[in-house]
Structures are given as C-alpha cells and as structure tokens.
C-alpha cells in the first residue's frame, strides 16, 4: 500500500479524506499514473511515495531552483516521474536501483513519461553507484528512498556532494514508526537524522512516514 494509505483509519484522516485532497491537489496524468499503479500491478512492492508526497518532492525542487538531482532507490520511477518535471530544461535525475526488474519496469515507466533523455536509471547497488556519480555534482538534491540500514552513509554522501543550499530528502525517516528502537537499521536511521541536523538546517515534515528535509549549510 502507498505510504499515504497507510494512515487512512488514523486519527483526523480517513480514506475518504486523502481521496479527495490528492484528487484536488495531486491529480495524475496517464504516465504518472501508470508509474503509480506499476508496483501492485506487476508483483512488486508497492512502496512508491503517495500522491501528495511526489507533489511535495516535485514542490521542493522547484523552490530551490533544482537542477542535478540523486535519487536513491528507484522501485517503479513513480517518484523519478516527479522529480524529473520539477526541472528546467536542462536538468538532470540520476536514479539508483539494485533489482533488475524495478529497473526494468523503472526504464518503461520513465520513457513512457517522455523523460528518458531527462533521466538515467542505474542498475547497482547504491554505495556502488554513487562514487562513479561524484564527477557530475555537485548536486542541488539528493533523494534518500531505500534501504534503511544505509541512511546513515547516504547522508554522509549527500552532504559532501550537494552543493550550499542544495536539499537533503530523505522518506520514512519515521522508519515505519520504530525510530526510537534498537535494531541497527533504527540506529542507522537515527544516525541519518543526527548526522543530518549537523550539517544541514533541517526539519522531519510529519508525512506518514516522516520526510526528512535538510538545506546545506
Ligand atoms: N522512490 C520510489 C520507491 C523506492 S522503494 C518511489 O517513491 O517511487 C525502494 C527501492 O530501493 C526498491 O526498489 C529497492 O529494490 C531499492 N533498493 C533497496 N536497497 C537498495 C540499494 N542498496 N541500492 C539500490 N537500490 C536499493
Ligand atoms: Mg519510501
């Protein structure tokens, strides 16, 4: 299920309500949509961004004026899409997945949104891929959507890379609402957000799952 329907039930939201505000705010065209629906529909998981999330990804872009943008963790390219428009002309996503198929399916969605020249899809794992992409930075945003347990070097990543002013994005840094527990993926994560507030002038926006957001000092 997509992080925002994961709150549906919960206290002051319900399904009904989430339907109505992205109808009204988050509409999707055809190929956003299909990005979207990728995931449930071809057996994997579906763990995409909700809709008011890739809007807000998209939002954040545009008011910092983003140019080259990282993303880690590409799943279907539902949040790749958005990211990608958010940019002029000229700018550039690099997006990071280490299973063969959510590339795949990735590389489809993302040409059918018309953005193949606009993105690169990287098949590897992340702490892999991200030296070979140092030569194009620095970046104006990084944004964190993989695994958990890695926060921690992805945002020690991110703040050598991003350029002053440049945004830290990082989803479900609630971590599914265990944060304050003791495995070494909380630790990590927990790492990520003290890391992060060192470096970056930051905030964890209350989305479902928590969206870190972090401007280079
Ligand atoms: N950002 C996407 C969702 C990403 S889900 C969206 O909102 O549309 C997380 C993805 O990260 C999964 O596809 C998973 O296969 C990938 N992933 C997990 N660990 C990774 C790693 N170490 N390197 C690269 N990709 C990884
Ligand atoms: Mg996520």
Redesign the pocket.
């Known amino acids: 299920m997509a992080?925002n329907l994961s709150r549906a039930g919960q206290r002051y939201v319900d399904a009904d309500l989430l339907a109505y505000v992205e109808r009204v705010h988050a509409s999707q065209d055809t190929a956003l949509q299909a990005?979207?629906d990728a995931?449930g529909l071809r057996d994997?998981?579906a763990?995409?961004?909700g809709k008011s999330?890739?809007k807000l990804l998209g939002m954040l872009l545009r008011l910092a004026g983003a140019r080259k943008v990282v993303?880690?963790?590409?799943?279907?390219?539902?949040?790749?899409?958005?990211l990608a428009r958010a940019l002029p002309a000229e700018g550039h996503v690099w997006?990071?997945?280490?299973?063969p198929k959510?590339?795949a399916i990735?590389k489809e969605n993302i040409d059918l949104a018309g953005l193949t020249t606009r993105v690169t899809c990287l098949l590897?794992?992340?702490?892999?891929?991200l030296p070979t992409l140092v030569s194009s930075g620095p970046f104006d945003a990084v944004?964190i959507?993989?695994?958990k347990g890695?926060y921690d070097r992805y945002g020690e990543w991110s703040a050598a890379h991003l350029r002053t002013g440049g945004l830290l994005l990082g989803?479900n840094a609630h971590f599914f609402g265990r944060l304050m527990e003791d495995s070494e993926d909380a630790q990590a994560m927990r790492r990520f957000h003290e890391n992060a507030a060192r470096a970056f002038d930051t905030v964890c926006i209350p989305t479902p799952d928590g969206l870190l957001l972090g401007i280079k000092r």
Request: aromatic share 10%; charged share 20%; hydrophobic share 40%.
């Open positions: 992080d990005a979207f995931p994997m998981p763990i995409q961004v999330e890739g993303e880690i963790g590409t799943l279907a390219g539902y949040s790749a899409i958005h997006t990071i997945e280490y299973d959510h590339h990735a590897g794992s992340a702490l892999d891929v944004f959507d993989a695994d890695n989803d």
